[in-house]
């Protein structure tokens, strides 16, 4: 159980451009969702916190008209990347917790490149 | 000082050796701590989960906990070349917020 999935699993795009990604709970309701970015050698850095049917909480320094969140299912959460510049190429992760549970289950994460 | 603390490793330990793996974390009010696994390109797989003092033992695996000193242990028993990754520490932010305060993760290489 527990299972989170994300597509795509690796997008290059060129500078401009906009990239969405999926993020889905495959066997459980995901209460919340959180988005993650992690550059090389380093550690994962919290995004923003989605719950369902709610507006993302963005982290400081974040941008939240660049990283658009939603959250309209409580299987289903996605991110856009708008304008995306070569500062964005990153991994991106998603993990996802359901109700009264403090675990977070993550995807398999996107690789992302801007050229 | 750093919310939750690892050494960063290499952490190089023989096969079938224990690699002992810690963490420090400062906010008192946190309740819920996490080991991960993060293989190189991968995302992150949960290990275990520890919520009260005390020691947890899943397979090969036994977490420890210690509130007071606000101190976290992994212990790995008979540790395999597939266990070299990257282990990351997570507590919770000791709000209603769910959050997780990661690590920034401690790399165990099992030499065969």
């Known amino acids: 159980g527990a299972v989170v999935s994300q597509h795509p699993s690796w997008v290059i795009c060129k500078s401009g451009t906009s990239v969405k990604i999926e993020c889905r709970s495959l066997d459980f309701q995901a209460t919340t969702m959180f988005w993650y970015r992690q550059f090389p050698k380093q550690s994962l850095m919290l995004m923003a916190t989605s719950n369902e049917g709610s507006k993302a909480t963005y982290e400081q320094g974040v941008e939240k008209d660049k990283f658009l969140i939603n959250h309209a299912s409580l299987t289903l959460s996605t991110l856009t990347v708008t304008s995306a510049h070569p500062e964005d190429s990153s991994f991106y992760i998603c993990?996802?917790?359901?109700?009264?549970?403090?675990?977070?289950?993550f995807g398999p994460g996107t690789r992302l490149t801007v050229l | 000082q750093k919310e939750v603390e690892q050494n960063s490793g290499p952490l190089s330990v023989p096969e079938g050796a224990i690699a002992s793996l810690n963490c420090t974390y400062s906010?008192?009010?946190?309740?819920?701590f996490f080991w991960y696994r993060q293989y190189s390109g991968k995302s992150p797989e949960l290990i275990m989960s520890i919520y009260s003092n005390g020691d947890k033992e899943d397979g090969r695996f036994t977490a420890q906990l210690n509130k007071a000193s606000q101190y976290v242990s992994l212990l790995i028993r008979d540790s395999q070349p597939s266990d070299s990754a990257t282990y990351l520490c997570a507590v919770n932010k000791g709000d209603s917020s769910y959050k997780l305060i990661f690590g920034s993760g401690t790399r165990l290489l099992v030499r065969p």
């Open positions: 906010d008192r009010g946190s309740q819920s």
């Open positions: 993990s996802a917790r359901g109700n009264g549970i403090h675990e977070q289950f």
